[in-house]
């Protein structure tokens, strides 16, 4: 695969999004304020890297999404919020780096199971 790993992070946010987005909608919520407040707990960098650590200690990952994980970790991706760490910013980088590998190499199924999982987590 060549794109780069903040190409991949670029790709993967949006897909993260999406999957939030359609879950919420689907859980009922429909005003604009209860939905950005609730996708915050899924989409912030803080909670990005909080599902990575969590499926990562578990060895969840295969050895190439944890190598997609490394470039996106590790890639120069320029400003990092004001109120998020550089070593959480890099991390949820990272993992939205796995969902963008896994949309361009077209494994929906795999995806749907990070996602399944990390509904999972957030359910305990």
Do not use: C
Not at 3 to 28: F, H, P
Not at 36 to 45: L, T
């Amino acid at each position: 695969m060549i794109a780069s790993g903040s190409t991949l992070a670029y790709l993967g946010d949006a897909v993260w999004s999406l999957l939030v987005r359609e879950y919420l909608i689907q859980e009922g919520e429909g005003k604009g304020d209860a939905l950005q407040k609730k996708s915050v707990s899924f989409v912030s960098a803080k909670a990005q890297a909080s599902f990575y650590d969590a499926l990562h200690e578990e060895g969840f990952f295969t050895e190439e999404e944890e190598e997609y994980f490394k470039r996106g970790r590790n890639a120069h991706t320029g400003s990092v919020p004001h109120h998020t760490s550089v070593s959480i910013y890099r991390k949820s980088t990272g993992f939205e780096a796995i969902l963008g590998a896994l949309q361009l190499e077209k494994k929906w199924d795999r995806i749907e199971e990070i996602w399944h999982k990390v509904r999972t987590l957030k359910e305990v």
